[in-house]
T-cell receptor, first 112, second 116 residues
Framework: AQSVTQPDIHITVSEGASLELRCNYS??????LFWYVQSPGQGLQLLLK??????LVQGIKGFEAEFKRSQSSFNLRKPSVHWSDAAEYFC??????????FGKGTSLLVTP | ETGVTQTPRHLVMGMTNKKSLKCEQH?????MYWYKQSAKKPLELMFV???????ENNSVPSRFSPECPNSSHLFLHLHTLQPEDSALYLC???????????????FGEGSRLTVL
């Protein structure tokens, strides 16, 4: 079954530093991949998605992600992190044409 | 505001109570979902409805009973729950149906359930 793995449970970065959150997927065909963000007490908000085409996708809030088929990865990046980016980040892959299978999430802490 | 509204936001219930969670989407979508989010676990898909028909039930215990009276509303009826059922229950919707979807989901803010 399609699945995603987020190897890092917690990540701490300084404000203004660059960020990369890792995501590896397991899927036989070209996957539909997503990154969602969840702020405390909130639901999940879509940051960006990859279906096909350009492997570098741009999202909201200055985030981008790169699909690398050879590495089965879809890592999320941001060149300069803001304190408001502190949240839980989830990578996900389409499952059964309907719903998403989510990774366990990576909790981002931003220090001054 | 995502266009998906969940009520109540917080619910505390005893193991013998019966309660319901409600979800309403204002996006004109065709599919609706219930996910369970527990601490230190991935989001677990519980149910999927497409055009008001249940198309997926991921081995969820019968103490959880979904209902989808129309494409805009989704309920999760709860009865004789266990303390381990305490979690954040997230509702989502999407445009696609019939397995042709791209999976982009729009989530509500969730209902935080505590079972005593």
């Amino acid at each position: 079954a399609q699945s995603v793995t987020q190897p890092d449970i917690h990540i701490t970065v300084s404000e203004g530093a660059s960020l990369e959150l890792r995501c590896n997927y397991s899927y036989g065909a070209t996957p539909y991949l997503f990154w969602y963000v969840q702020s405390p007490g909130q639901g999940l908000q879509l940051l960006l998605k990859y279906f096909s085409g350009d492997t570098l996708v741009q999202g909201i809030k200055g985030f981008e992600a790169e699909f690398k088929r050879s590495q089965s990865s879809f890592n999320l990046r941001k060149p300069s992190v803001h304190w408001s980016d502190a949240a839980e980040y989830f990578c996900a892959v389409v499952y059964s044409g309907y719903a998403l299978n989510f990774g366990k999430g990576t909790s981002l802490l931003v220090t001054p | 505001e995502t266009g998906v509204t969940q009520t109540p936001r917080h619910l505390v219930m005893g193991m013998t109570n019966k309660k319901s969670l409600k979800c309403e989407q204002h996006l004109g979508h065709n599919a609706m979902y219930w996910y369970k989010q527990s601490a230190k676990k991935p989001l677990e898909l519980m149910f999927v409805y497409s055009l008001e028909e249940r198309v997926e039930n991921n081995s969820v215990p019968s103490r959880f009973s979904p209902e989808c009276p129309n494409s805009s509303h989704l309920f999760l009826h709860l009865h004789t729950l266990q303390p381990e059922d305490s979690a954040l229950y997230l509702c989502a919707s999407s445009q696609e149906t019939s397995g042709s979807g791209t999976g982009e989901l729009f989530f509500g803010e969730g209902s935080r359930l505590t079972v005593l």
